[in-house]
Structure formats: C-alpha cells, structure tokens
C-alpha cells in the first residue's frame, strides 16, 4: 500500500525558515518523480515544486521560485520542501503527491499525504 | 495565474447528473492531458480522473471526463452525498514549466 506522510510544518514568523518531509513506502520511491502542492486557506490547490527521479531536475512555481527548495533522498524514501524567507503568503496545508513519470511532464499525481499545516505569522 | 477557469460551483439532487467544465486561457497546456482530482476538505485530495478520460481502478464509473482541444469537462452521473467536495482539473503547462491547477468547483448535494 502505498503511503505518503508528511511532517516538519508549523508555526514560522515572516521571514523565518522551516523544513517540511514526506516520508514515503509502498513503492520505488527513487523511480518516480514527485510534487509538492499545497492550499491556502480558503483558496484552491496550488503546484508548489516538482522534483525528478534522480533529483537532477527540479522546477518551481514563480511564486516560490529562490525561497523554496525542493530535495529527495533516495536511500531513504524521503522528499522535502526547505522553505525560507517565509512570507504570510505561504502559510498553508503542503501536500507531497507521487507522480506519475519519472521526469518533467510529470503526468498525474497517484497518490497524496494527508497534509502538513504551515502558519506564518509573527 | 492559473490558466484554467472552472465554474466556482455546481449542484444537485441525488440521482441527478451534474458536469463542470475547465477551460484554458491559452494553448500552452498543448497536448498534455488533463486530470481530475476531487478534494474534500482536511483529507488528502485523490485522482478522479486522468488522461482526460481514463478512470482509475475503484473510482465508481458515474464520474467520466472528456476532452474537446483546450477544454475538458468532468460528469458526475447520479451524484450522491458523498460527492460534495471540490473538483480540480490540473494540467502541465509547456510555458510556466509547471503543473496548473483549475480554479476549483465546488459540488453540492442539495
């Protein structure tokens, strides 16, 4: 069964810095791509950040393109989200997802985590 | 800016059918396909519908999705109360190099 759960989120002051993880099993993880979308309160989903296979290739929303990074470790069936410059625009529920390719495009995501709640706030 | 307009809301009775749309505002989404993916609100949203047309293995056969160039429409036949979520389209975008999401339809169950 495949499983995808996140952690690391929180409350953050603007301009701070926090670290989100997905935690992934049920699959070969170091053969898919994977995503992160999050939802604002009260507003849609929103595609975050994608990620290759390998992690050689990596792609940003606009929005967060310079303050977010996206990384995987293979070895250990995780991904994360480095989040820095925080802005109260980013707070959010972050959701990792499997897609469904190994690269860009990266088809449909597969399976989702449950969330992690990201509040940006001083 | 998301590049794909959905109607902000549908409804109806149980046993009725129900469509939405999603347009896009440009053609950049060129000819990647278009998924679906119903949202309930605090849960992990789930695949509904991908390739344009395709249903994932246990994904009930009274949703259906279909494609016509730039615009795709998702059908929900004899809704039931456990429809009323969000519906997403999303496709990749060859420009913005990334994954859009519709604007979001919101199903009652009246």
């Known amino acids: 069964e495949v499983q995808l759960l996140e952690s690391g989120g929180g409350l953050v002051q603007p301009g701070g810095s926090l670290r989100l993880s997905c935690a992934a099993s049920?699959?070969?993880?170091?053969?898919?791509?994977m995503i992160w979308v999050r939802q604002a309160p009260g507003k849609g989903l929103e595609w975050v950040s994608g990620?290759?296979?390998?992690?050689?290739?990596?792609y940003y929303a606009d929005s967060v393109k310079g303050r977010l990074t996206i990384s995987r470790d293979n070895s250990k069936n995780t991904l994360f989200l480095q989040m820095n410059s925080l802005r109260a625009e980013d707070a959010a529920v972050y959701y990792c997802?499997?897609?469904?390719?190994?690269?860009?495009?990266?088809?449909?995501?597969?399976?989702w985590g449950q969330g992690t709640l990201v509040t940006v706030s001083s | 800016q998301s590049v794909l307009t959905q109607p902000p809301s549908a409804s109806g009775t149980p046993g009725q059918r129900v469509t939405m749309s999603c347009s896009a505002s440009?053609?950049?989404?060129?000819?990647?396909?278009i998924n679906w993916y119903q949202h309930l609100p605090g849960t992990a949203p789930k695949l509904l519908i991908y390739d344009n047309d395709q249903r994932p293995s246990g994904v009930p056969d009274r949703f259906s999705g279909s494609r016509s160039g730039t615009s795709a429409s998702l059908a929900i036949g004899g809704l039931q109360s456990e429809d009323e979520a969000d519906y997403y389209c999303?496709?990749?975008?060859?420009?913005?190099?990334?994954?859009?999401f519709g604007t979001g339809t919101r199903v009652t169950v009246l």
């Open positions: 990620i290759s296979k390998s992690g050689g290739s990596t």
């Open positions: 997802a499997k897609a469904q390719w190994p690269g860009y495009p990266m088809g449909y995501l597969d399976f």
């Open positions: 440009r053609s950049n989404i060129g000819s990647n396909t």
């Open positions: 999303a496709s990749w975008d060859e420009t913005l190099n990334g994954l859009v």
């Open positions: 049920g699959f070969t993880f170091s053969d898919y791509a």
